[in-house]
């Protein structure tokens, strides 16, 4: 049978019988979802919903096709609404020739996370999250990543940027065993919205367990003379930076049962946990993605926004748009890029976005912002 209808029936059978026996997480009707109360107030119609009435706005949209319950942010030991603006930075330093030296410090650690309501998945995770975290610094520093592996498999860090081959992070070059420590030492360029990841083989096996996170390296304003107003407003810190809501978005997806398919779709690690509780904006100041599709065994994802366009910064390499005026961008695997908006000319609601390829926004991969005129 040709791979595309294996894939198209393994999936109907899934949605026909799998989801709906794990109970918690069934793809539900509108009725389903209206049964539950949301804690927080995003302008939807109802604080409260008894069973019969109709869906809180948010959870309606797109025929509530969404699961029932809620993820233990707790239990997994991150929020992925906190994970938005959460922005490693490391411990800054001055060296002796006048540069500046930025030190962080991963942990490969093996535990079980929560991606949907009831859903448990045996992740293999950087500092106990999936994805690991946003590694932020700017351009020409000297970084030092110390990485620990608390494991039972040969781990590494292979960081999308320009370095030695030494700390390339792939077998015989970084990749270390149990137990073991490895600092990789580079400098921080080109600047742009990159990633890292474990290149320990098999390489999707320790990709899709959730092995991987945003590297972004922010420009140095005086190195872009020509661009400066728009480097700054990159720089994390500046007074021009303080001004844009920025986000951190990593799509992934899980593949539970382990066949070679993802039986769910999210943007950071969590089915749905974006239409269950929008992400707010404040309509006045503008907004900035540092966006990365890092799904495996599908060959492309998109980022679809509904009502809005944006500008789209391929790589993040450059400080003019490589398109601008889209509302849609695709990637493929460790592709990644910044996305720039603004709603200013909006009325406050609710606009929703996902991945355009619809089963994954069935499958998790949807959520909304909750467009307000002040946030305080």
Known sequence: ????????????????????????????????????????????????????????????????????????????????????????????SDLPDGGKLRNFEITVEEKEIEIAPGVMFPAWTYNGRVPGPALRATEGERLRIKLINNGSHPHSLHFHGIHAARMDGVPGAGVIGPGEEFVYEITAKPFGCHLYHCHALPLARHIHKGMYGLFVIDPDPARHPDHLEVAKSRLLGSPENARWQELAMVMNAFDTNFDGENEFYACNTVAHCYAKEPIKIDKGRPVRIYLMNIVEFDPINSFHLHANFFDYYDQGTTLTPTLKTVDLITQCQAQRGILEFTFEEHEPGLYMFHAHQSEFTELGWMGMFDVQVTLS
């Open 1 to 92: 049978m040709l791979k595309w209808a294996q894939t198209a029936l393994s999936r109907r059978s899934l949605l026909g019988g799998g989801v709906a026996a794990l109970g918690a997480t069934s793809i539900c009707t509108s009725t389903t979802v209206a049964q539950e109360t949301h804690s927080g107030d995003h302008g939807a119609a109802a604080s409260t919903a008894k069973s019969g009435d109709v869906a809180p706005a948010h959870r309606s949209a797109h025929g509530a096709m969404i699961t029932v319950g809620n993820v233990d942010n707790g239990r997994n030991g991150f929020d992925p609404t906190s994970m938005l603006t959460d922005w490693y930075t490391g411990e800054l």
